[in-house]
C-alpha cells in the first residue's frame, strides 16, 4: 500500500513539474514581450512626439479646427500629446496580446484571434472619425463665412446645423464600422435623415408658396401676353 502511494506522489510530483517546465518559458516569453512592448511604446510616443512638434502639427489642427473640436469634445490635452498616447498604448497593447499569445492557452488564442480580427474595422473607424472632424469644422467654417458675406442673421445656426448634420453622419458611419447595433443605427439614421429632409421640404413648401404662386401667375401672365401678340400680328 505504501509503495502504490508512494508512486502515485512521484508520478504526480512528475507531471506538475514537467507541466512548469513547459509553461515556464511561456511565461518568460510574456513578461520579456510585455517588457519590451513598454519600452517601445515610450521609444515610439518620444520619436512621434518630436517628428509632430518638428512639422508644427499643434498648428496644423488649430488651422483645421479639429483642435477646438477636442477642446469642445473635453479633451485638454494637445492633438501631439494626443497622437503620443494613442501610439503608446496602441504598441503596447500589441505586445500585451502577443504576450497573452505567448502562452498559448486555449483562452488566449481565441481572444487573440478576436481582437486582431476587430483591429481593422476599429482602425478604419478611427479613421473615420477622424475624417468626419476635419470635413465638419471645415463645412461649418464655410458655410459661417459664406452666410455672413451674405448677411444671413442665422449664419451661426446654419454652421452648427452643418456641424451636427455632419457628425451625427459620421457617428453613423462609425458606428456600422464598429458593427455595434448595425442595422438600429441605419434605421435611426434613415428616419432621421427622412424626418430632417421632409422638414425642411414642408417649411419651404409653406415659407416660398406665395413666391412660388407670385413666379407661376406671372408665367402665366407673360405666356398669355405673348400669345395675343402672335393673335394680333
Known amino acids: 500500500m505504501s509503495e502504490l ?20 518559458p511561456n511565461l518568460l ?17 518620444v520619436v512621434l512626439l518630436r517628428l509632430l512638434r518638428a512639422v508644427r502639427f499643434d498648428s496644423l489642427c488649430e488651422r483645421w479646427g479639429l483642435a477646438a473640436s477636442l477642446v469642445k469634445a473635453g479633451v485638454r490635452q494637445s492633438p501631439a500629446h494626443l497622437v503620443g498616447r494613442l501610439a503608446y498604448w496602441v504598441i503596447f497593447l500589441l505586445f500585451a496580446f502577443m504576450g497573452l499569445g505567448a502562452l498559448q492557452l486555449p483562452a488566449s488564442t481565441s481572444l487573440m484571434n478576436v481582437i486582431f480580427g476587430f483591429l481593422p474595422s476599429l482602425l478604419a473607424a478611427l479613421f473615420l472619425l477622424l475624417f468626419g472632424l476635419l470635413m465638419a469644422n471645415f463645412f461649418a467654417e464655410a458655410a459661417l463665412i459664406a452666410a455672413v458675406n451674405a448677411q444671413v442673421q442665422e449664419a451661426r445656426l446654419i454652421a452648427n446645423l452643418i456641424r451636427w448634420g455632419i457628425m451625427i453622419f459620421t457617428t453613423a458611419m462609425v458606428l456600422t464600422q464598429l458593427g455595434i447595433a448595425k442595422e438600429i443605427v441605419v434605421a435611426a439614421f434613415s428616419i432621421t435623415f ?15 408658396r406665395n413666391i412660388a404662386k407670385e ?19
Not at 427622412?194 to 416660398?208: C, F, P, R, S
Not at 413666379?215 to 400680328?233: G, N, V
Open 5 to 24: 502511494w508512494r508512486e502515485a506522489m512521484v508520478e504526480a510530483f512528475r507531471d506538475t513539474m514537467k507541466r512548469i517546465a513547459l509553461f515556464l
Open 29 to 45: 516569453a510574456m513578461i520579456s514581450l510585455v517588457a519590451a512592448g513598454l519600452v517601445a511604446a515610450w521609444l515610439a510616443k
Open 194 to 208: 427622412g424626418g430632417v429632409v421632409l422638414a425642411l421640404a414642408i417649411a419651404l413648401g409653406l415659407g416660398g
Open 215 to 233: 413666379a407661376l401667375e406671372r408665367r402665366l401672365r407673360d405666356t398669355r401676353e405673348r400669345e395675343e401678340d402672335i393673335s394680333h400680328l
